[in-house]
């Protein structure tokens, strides 16, 4: 099963290549001009034949790279060719996104952590430090810590044994994981100290988990995905305050 999971996310991994590919190809080009809305989530599953998932994810990476912004209940908008167009515009409403699906993640996955504390098992568990292993060494060779970082929530959800909430993560992509940087690369010192924070909050819920201390867990989970919420929560008021 977890070999299935493995080549699906490979595959899906190239399909969303290939699509974020030609849709920034088609802006470069000038196909797409500032302001122009994309085709619709619809319209750009028929046209490359992929799913809603691997469009979200594309569509994901342009935002990521300034080039597009989703307006809620409006649809995809290209941005320019350049990416230093509308820069601030861009992070508010990227970070704006990320809160969006903190929130949205919070009930879910308080819950997985709650249920993985009791229904683990030693394989399981095995495999949740082993993802919390790497991320140390992430952050050890100072490397980014997002995939990694994903891959620990999706072995907790594994864990609990219910296959609705690994589906529910993968739903989202790895969108599910922020992007948003609330702390500059070029900030070295801050940026490790950082990774080092989220190291220690995820560490409090792996070890609830180990413990089977379903009470520990949902409340470290908790901590840490609220505590997120109030660390975007501040950034986008900073960025408000900076264009205001």
Do not use: W
């Not at 209940?73 to 508010?92: E, T």
């Amino acid at each position: 099963m977890a070999m299935q999971m493995k080549d699906r996310s490979k595959g899906s991994g190239s399909l969303v290549s290939q699509v974020g590919e030609s849709l920034r190809q088609a802006i470069l080009s000038g196909q797409y001009s500032a302001g122009d809305k994309l085709p619709s989530e619809h319209e750009l599953t028929e046209t490359h034949s992929v799913s809603r998932t691997v469009v979200r994810e594309a569509v994901a990476a342009l935002r990521s790279d300034g080039l597009v912004e989703v307006r809620q209940g409006a649809g995809i908008f290209v941005l320019g060719a350049d990416p230093s167009l509308s820069a601030r515009k861009v992070d508010k409403a990227r970070v704006a996104s990320d809160l969006e699906v903190l929130e949205i993640r919070t009930p879910v996955e308080i819950e997985a952590a709650g249920l993985a504390a009791l229904r683990r098992s030693p394989a399981q568990e095995e495999a949740i430090f082993e993802c919390h292993r790497k991320i140390l060494q992430c952050i050890e060779s100072d490397q980014s810590i997002r995939e990694a970082d994903l891959e620990l929530h999706a072995a907790i959800a594994e864990a609990t044994n219910n296959p609705l909430f690994r589906q529910f993560l993968e739903s989202q992509g790895s969108a599910i994981i922020p992007q948003s940087r609330l702390v500059p690369e070029t900030r070295t010192a801050e940026q490790t100290a950082y990774r080092k924070l989220i190291h220690k909050e995820h560490e409090a819920i792996v070890v609830a988990i180990s413990d089977r201390d379903d009470r520990a867990a949902r409340n470290a989970m908790r901590d840490h995905l609220v505590g997120s919420q109030a660390r975007y929560r501040n950034l986008l008021r900073d960025l408000r305050s900076f264009t205001s």
